[in-house]
């Protein structure tokens, strides 16, 4: 074990030769409206793992998920088999079972070198539940298929954050390593939560609400975020906290989403470190099909808030260029519709031409860095959205918590 920077052990600390390895990937990617996965960078990402292991002799299943039940995005993982078929380098079959009795033939079936992809966990009720980790060791999900495999091998750093049992049931009753990418995140983020230069300021955008209202609690009393911009859905639940009228389609959407509970949480945060956060000043919107900027008073139409306006962008730009590290997460609109991936692409270009060290989450900005041809001025991209501002903000992730205690647990069967 590396134990000069990591407390768990890694894929260099066992023997896969002749080995089955249930090995737990995030290639949870985005989907566009016509239900093609529009990005496919984790995917990529997690190939690399999957080609070492075969390298070194194993056989793999794979373990994913996609979206969250009631998403427009879940859905099951075919059209991610085809993908990841492209970048592994040995035949990839597609099981469209979990743990029953197609799952477990099939793993019963891998010879060395196959590699197999299992259905979206999601898909089956005990993988949307978080418990601790002695509880989801004695779920279904792990009884039938812990047997079957002789390593546990966990590479989804990017839902690291999460308590479930694909995550941290299995390192409980087997031996068990961090995989290559998630041993890679965790060193390299590991080095700047050490300390980041300040100025530090934190864009927060994307859908994942109420993990970023928790992380702002965090990050403002801690000091560790000087300044916190948002953008995207969030920073509609804190214009709403601050009395802006963001009209009724937008409060229908913040309805729909069960969002409007965070008020209070929101609001508590505006009164102790309300200078310290800032919302747009101006929004994008549609008006006959078009894309239609205004301030803050024409926000009550009958379309919601998409994204953010010009004038948003010039404030936030000006801030960004005080800072020595920008951490960003999430886009700042509505990117499944190309009239509303301006405001992510003006704030990514202010960015990478300001002087400040910077660090992007999850794969929606990685994907319009890779299209505005600025992704190779980022300082570093971490494939995890909100699991990349839980590690930087020093909060505990149950994924990686567990495999520290299955080290212990396991130290003589390597
Ligand atoms: C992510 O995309 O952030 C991870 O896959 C985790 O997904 P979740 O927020 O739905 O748990």
Known sequence: MRRDTLSFYTMDNFVFNGKKVLLRVDINSPIDKAGMI?????????????????????????????????????????????????Y???????????FGPCA????KAMKQGDVILLENARFYSEENVEKV??????????KYLAPLFSLYVNDAF?????????????????????????????????????????PCIFVLGGGKVPDSVQLMETLLPTGMADKVLLTGLISHLFMIAQGKRVGHATMKVMEGKGLNSLLPRAESLLKNYGERIMTPIDVATLRSGSRYETGLSGMGGDAPIYDIGEG???????????AKTVMMRGPAGFIEDPRFTKGSEALLKCLVATSAKSLLGGGHLRSISEKLGVADKIGYFSTGGG???????????????????????????R
């Open 88 to 98: 592994v380098n040995a035949p990839l079959k597609y099981v469209d079972d979990l």
């Open 312 to 322: 948003t962008v010039k404030a936030y730009c000006d801030e960004l260029k005080k």
């Open 158 to 198: 990017a839902t690291a954050h999460r308590g479930h049992p694909s995550l941290t049931g299995f390192p409980m009753v087997m031996p068990s390593a961090g995989g290559r990418l998630l041993e890679n995140e965790v060193e390299f983020l590991s080095t700047v939560s050490s300390g980041s230069s300040k």
């Open 104 to 107: 477990r033939e099939s793993i």
């Open 133 to 142: 980790p002695e509880v989801q060791a004695k779920t279904f999900l792990v």
């Open 387 to 413: 699991a990349f501002i839980t590690f930087l903000s020093g909060e505990k992730m149950p994924a990686l918590e567990v495999l520290i205690t299955s080290a212990q647990k396991f130290k003589s069967d």
């Open 38 to 86: 529009s990005d496919d960078t984790r995917i990529r990402s997690h190939a690399k793992t999957i080609n070492e292991l075969i390298d070194l002799g194993a056989s793999v299943a794979v373990l994913a998920h996609q979206g969250r039940p009631g998403d427009a995005d879940f859905t099951t993982l075919e059209a991610h088999s085809k993908i990841l078929q492209k």
